[in-house]
């Protein structure tokens, strides 16, 4: 029994990292992602998201978020190179689309199958996309249960 210990110990450490998100720095990444919304952690979408997204900058979700385009490709590398992962399940839609939502999918409605759909209406929350509204800690890139307070 005591030599499973260090094991279960392990286990217990390894469930508590399991959504974090390391938050890789980009400078141009931050000052022209971050001013509407949160940074969103490059690794909650696939790449070809990502390209979609970065190709039409001008019509995005119903704001105009164009940037020069020298800063246009280097925000788009950064974001493919950190792109996806283990965890990020797949961001296409059933026609095989490039998803341009985190909040569209599967991942995120499997995660977020408990919130009732009233719930993300409310005034103090106003959209899924606005994680930190319920996720205390989206900031430093912690998802983890223990870090979430819906408001009322
Ligand atoms: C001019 C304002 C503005 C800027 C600048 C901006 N965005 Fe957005 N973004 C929006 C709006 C508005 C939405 C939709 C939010 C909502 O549905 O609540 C959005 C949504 C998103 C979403 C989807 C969120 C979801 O529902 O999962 C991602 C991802 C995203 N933006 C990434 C970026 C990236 C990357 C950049 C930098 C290149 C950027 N945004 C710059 C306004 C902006
Ligand atoms: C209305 C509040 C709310 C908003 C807004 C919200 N979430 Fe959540 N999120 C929750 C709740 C509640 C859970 C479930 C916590 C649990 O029981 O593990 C959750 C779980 C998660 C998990 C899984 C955590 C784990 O330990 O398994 C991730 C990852 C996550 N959310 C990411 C996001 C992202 C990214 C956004 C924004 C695009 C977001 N959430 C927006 C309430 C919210």
Do not use: F, I
């Given at each position: 029994m005591k030599k499973l210990l260090p094991a279960a110990l392990l286990l217990v450490a390894l469930t508590a990292q399991a959504d974090s998100y390391s938050l890789p720095k980009h400078a141009a990444f931050e000052e022209e992602c971050s001013s509407c919304h949160m940074a969103y952690?490059?690794?909650?979408?696939h790449a070809d998201s990502w390209r979609a997204m970065m190709g039409d900058l001008s019509h995005h979700f119903g704001s105009d978020a164009s940037i020069d385009d020298k800063r246009r490709v280097a925000i788009t590398n950064f974001l493919l190179a950190n792109a996806g992962g283990r965890?990020?399940?797949?961001?296409?839609?059933?026609?095989g689309k490039p998803l341009l939502r985190i909040t569209q999918t599967a991942r995120f409605d499997k995660k977020h199958r408990?919130?009732?759909?009233?719930?993300?209406?409310?005034a103090s929350i106003k959209?899924?996309?606005?994680?930190?509204a319920c996720h205390t800690r989206a900031a430093a890139g912690e998802y983890s249960e223990r870090w979430v307070q819906i408001p009322k």
């Open positions: 952690p490059p690794q909650m979408l965890k990020t399940g797949d961001t296409r839609d059933a026609q408990e919130v009732p759909a009233a719930t993300w209406q409310r959209s899924p996309a606005n994680c930190g």
